[in-house]
């Protein structure tokens, strides 16, 4: 924690330990007693805490976090995602990445993603990475709604939108909508075609 | 998601005392505490945009007893509320003006006014909206909590939590009959009149190494306004530019985790100052984070209000 950063009063923020979980980190951190929130994100992770009450004991947690060896896998649920592949970007996507939209169909299912991070929209679960022949920067304009469940690609990552929302990311289907907090870090998803 | 109640339906409970919507404008929302503890789901923190005259209504309202606390849900309005009362006596408080009795069939009007762009309608026992997530509050962009998600509208029904047997005693008691020598509470209002350069502390960083270094004195040295642009989910100022290291802007970030009063600095240079609602992570660098008691001298701030910061280091 040498690299510990406020976020104003009432929040610390440092890099990620390499080697440690995403899912085992938030939960070494969120049974710190004082503890409010506990944000992991790909390099990063956030406490917040009540600015009024003492500070946790952060450091001796993170310590005792990083030195425990085979710490017990916090439960991992694997989540089949069922896709009908016919997002308004399929056909575009396929042809800047050269290769059909078949291929980039199946590139984009035939893997397990994990789940690198949650954020910019609840449930909104980052998964990578994604198969490197289908990896394409974000649209230059993003749109300014995108419908819930659409299944989309940008950089190393796809996601599935839970919600209505603006969104820079390319559409490539639609998915069976499921319950929108079901995913957690740590998970593992699937895309199955439909 | 289909089983969230809806407030609009009537359980028969005729003479339970509740307040329906006649007319409504702008940003009306069920808000309550908040809902800590999600945030690694990607659901914000919540809460109203304005605590203190959130907790001023609530308290005008009578709302210290066990079950309905100073943190009971109540109306926040941005915009206009135009309401009936029904079925009973029903004691609301609103924040700036006082408690007030409304008998049935009574209307009361909230409106933002130039000094109070948000502003809070209490009910005496909170209003009774589920509890999803740990919280009542409205959640627009998931349509989660408060009235079916969504901001209030002509005809929606909200109902206290108060059961209709308790008498309320104004003026002269709580609602469990006890004496009380404080007929207003007495609340530290935010926002004074005569405080209209509102001082705003931000504890630096941590993202300074993308800013060039003159940015930071623009930032403490310069007024910034409050834009139009402006709801629950962030605050958009207007000022001098904020900026970035050309190198570093042009770079893709990884997005980090953000809070409440966070100031992101998008590639235009004018601040963006984080609200309750706000997104769990972003790509934006953070010059600064204002400290919690100072997040609402901006984010319900009125449209235009000039605002400095000051650097403040944390404890």
Not at chain 1, 171 to 188: H, K, N, Q, S, V
Request: proline share 8%; net charge neutral; with cysteine.
């Amino acid at each position: 924690m040498n690299d510990r950063m406020w976020l104003g009063d009432a929040a610390l923020r440092f890099s990620r330990p390499a080697h440690l979980e995403a899912r085992a980190l938030h939960d070494a951190l969120r049974a710190v007693v004082g503890v409010i929130d506990v944000v992991v994100t790909e390099a990063h992770v956030a406490v917040t805490f009540d600015p009024a009450k003492p500070r946790p004991p952060l450091d001796a947690v993170l310590d005792q976090a990083i030195g425990a060896e085979n710490a017990p896998a916090p439960a991992s649920k694997l989540h089949v995602i069922a896709v009908s592949y016919d997002g308004a970007d399929l056909e575009a996507c396929a042809e800047a990445l050269a290769i059909s939209a078949d291929s980039l169909v199946a590139f984009h299912s035939a893997r397990v993603y994990d789940v690198k991070m949650i954020g910019f929209l609840p449930g909104f679960a980052y998964l990578g990475d994604v198969d490197e022949r289908i990896a394409l920067p974000r649209r230059a304009t993003p749109r300014t709604r995108v419908p819930a469940w659409s299944v989309a690609i940008a950089d190393r990552y796809s996601a599935v939108y839970p919600f209505a929302s603006p969104g820079g990311w390319h559409l490539i289907g639609m998915a069976t909508p499921f319950a929108p907090f079901a995913i957690d870090l740590g998970d593992r998803v699937r895309f199955e075609p439909r | 998601m289909s089983t969230w109640r809806s407030s609009r339906d009537g359980d028969g409970d005729a003479s339970r005392a509740s307040l329906r919507v006649k007319r409504v404008t702008g940003l009306v929302t069920v808000q309550d505490a908040g809902r800590p503890g999600w945030m690694a789901r990607g659901i914000p923190p919540g809460g109203p945009l304005a605590p203190s005259r959130f907790h001023e209504a609530n308290l005008f309202a009578a709302n210290r007893i066990a079950g309905a606390g100073p943190s009971a849900a109540a109306v926040e309005v941005v915009g206009q509320l135009e309401v009936e009362a029904e079925g009973a006596t029903i004691l609301i408080g609103v924040d700036g003006e006082g408690p007030t009795a409304l008998e049935p069939g009574a209307v009361y009007t909230l409106r933002s006014t130039a000094e109070r762009r948000v502003r809070y309608l209490a009910v005496h026992g909170g209003i009774d909206v589920p509890t999803v997530f740990g919280g009542k509050g409205t959640l627009l962009v998931a349509s989660l909590g408060g009235c079916e998600g969504r901001t209030l509208r002509a005809g929606d029904r909200l109902r206290s939590l108060e059961s209709p047997s308790a008498r309320l005693r104004l003026g002269t008691g709580d609602a469990d009959g006890a004496p009380h020598s404080e007929t207003r509470p007495m609340v530290q209002a935010a926002d004074s009149n005569e405080d209209d350069r509102p001082r705003v502390r931000v504890v630096l960083g941590p993202d300074l190494e993308d800013f060039e270094d003159v940015a930071l004195g623009v930032l403490l040295e310069n007024e910034f306004s409050v834009s139009p642009q402006a709801d629950r989910v962030g605050t958009r100022l207007v000022g001098p530019r904020l900026l970035r290291k050309v190198a570093l802007a042009a770079a893709r970030r990884p997005s980090m985790p953000m809070v409440r009063g966070a100031i992101q600095v998008p590639p235009d240079g004018q601040p963006i100052v984080l609200g309750p609602d706000h997104p769990t992570t972003g790509g934006y660098p953070l010059i600064g984070v204002v400290v919690s008691a100072d997040v609402e001298k901006v984010v319900a701030a009125p449209v235009g209000r000039v605002l400095r910061f000051a650097r403040a280091l944390p404890a």
